[in-house]
């Protein structure tokens, strides 16, 4: 079956513009999770899905990041008036129950912001 | 104070040598442990879930104490392919990634 699949893979935009991130989980992953990565450094949690909740967005940057997911399936990460500093590599993992059970992650979306 | 800590590395070891890699985590109500490996430029993937009791998969061993909010992985006889980062996970609601630790096995 499928993995987890995450679009763009690369993503150059201009700073100020928004951009949209778009996760696919593993069919019937009930928990889903997303981490920023920039280069050279470790996962930074972002924020993660219990079905279509998010009990904690408190991982969230700023108030320019924003997430959701619907039919207990695609999240979406969208960044508002991007900045410099949002340039990483943007990690979905999903997992079949909750967080005692292995994370599978997408190959990420390489955000540049130019 | 981070929720997982790791140490920062890098470690450079000949093959075969015996490495080892230690983890400390904030949060006593934590339920499972991970190890994830992360080659380079690619995305993270499950090394070894820690079980209570400690546990070992051929080269690989990893112990947990939940009193001291410890955990640790034990490479035996390195190999070049064991070449990547190392990143602990731990387990609540949420899972916690540590910083990781990149190791390199030379010839």
Redesign the interface.
């Known amino acids: 079956g499928a993995g987890v699949s995450q679009s763009p893979s690369n993503k150059v935009t201009e700073k100020g513009k928004d951009v949209e991130l778009r996760c696919d989980p593993i069919s019937g992953h009930t928990a889903l999770y997303w981490y920023r990565q920039r280069l050279g450094q470790g996962l930074e949690f972002l924020i993660y899905f219990q079905g279509n909740s998010a009990p904690d967005k408190s991982g969230l940057p700023s108030d320019r990041f924003s997430a959701e997911r619907t039919g207990e399936s695609v999240s979406t990460l969208t960044i508002q008036r991007t900045q410099q500093e949002d340039s990483a590599v943007y990690l979905c993992a999903s997992s079949l129950i909750w967080a005692n059970t292995e994370a599978f992650f997408g190959q990420g979306t390489r955000l540049t912001v130019v | 104070r981070k929720e997982v800590e790791q140490d920062p590395g890098p470690f450079n070891v000949p093959e075969g040598a015996t490495v080892a890699f230690n983890c400390t985590y904030s949060n006593s109500a934590s339920?499972?442990f991970?190890w994830y490996r992360q080659d380079c430029r690619?995305?993270?993937?499950?090394l070894m879930?820690v079980y209570s009791s400690g546990n070992e998969d051929g080269r690989f061993t990893v112990q947990l104490n939940r009193a001291s909010q410890y955990i640790s992985l034990l490479i035996r006889d390195s190999k070049l392919s064991d070449s990547a980062t190392y990143?602990c996970v731990v387990?609540?609601?949420?899972?916690?990634?540590?910083?990781?630790t990149r190791l390199t096995v030379k010839p």
């Not at chain 2, 387990?91 to 990781?100: E, P, Q």
């Open positions: 339920q499972s991970f690619k995305e993270p993937k499950l879930s990143l387990a609540y609601n949420d899972m916690r990634f540590g910083a990781g």
